[in-house]
Nanobody, 115 residues
Framework: QVQLVESGGGLVQTGGSLRLSCTAS????????MGWYRQAPGGQREMVAV???????SYADFVQGRFTISRDTLKNMLYLQMNSLKPEDTAIYYC?????????WGQGTQVTVSS
């Protein structure tokens, strides 16, 4: 079992920045695709950014260069730096790990962007 714990969410004004962190209970970065997803009220969970075990990164179109996914394999940490936040970025953000086709999720961290 892999446990994921997110932190770093909060309330920020439009144009502000937040850095989300995800702590993994095991060092799985070398075998797992890691990522950030979000779910807005009444919406479906959607991919924000993912990073493969080799370090390749992909972002959703709506990110538009504002977010950066990164990791620290020594600390078992995954990050999402979010800049130029917009009200439509308001959602619960979830950390995801996918080793060997099994999905693990954190409990989520709320991000609220005020206009």
């Amino acid at each position: 079992q892999v446990q994921l714990v997110e932190s770093g969410g909060g309330l920020v004004q439009t144009g502000g920045s937040l850095r989300l962190s995800c702590t993994a209970s095991q060092n799985i970065f070398r075998i797992a695709r890691m990522g950030w997803y979000r779910q807005a009220p009444g919406g479906q969970r959607e991919m924000v950014a993912v990073m493969t075990s080799s370090g390749s990164k992909s972002y959703a179109d709506f990110v538009q260069g504002r977010f950066t996914i990164s990791r620290d394999t020594l600390k078992n940490m995954l990050y999402l730096q979010m800049n130029s936040l917009k009200p439509e970025d308001t959602a619960i953000y979830y950390c995801n790990a996918r080793p060997l086709a099994t999905d693990y999720w954190g409990q989520g961290t709320q991000v609220t962007v005020s206009s």
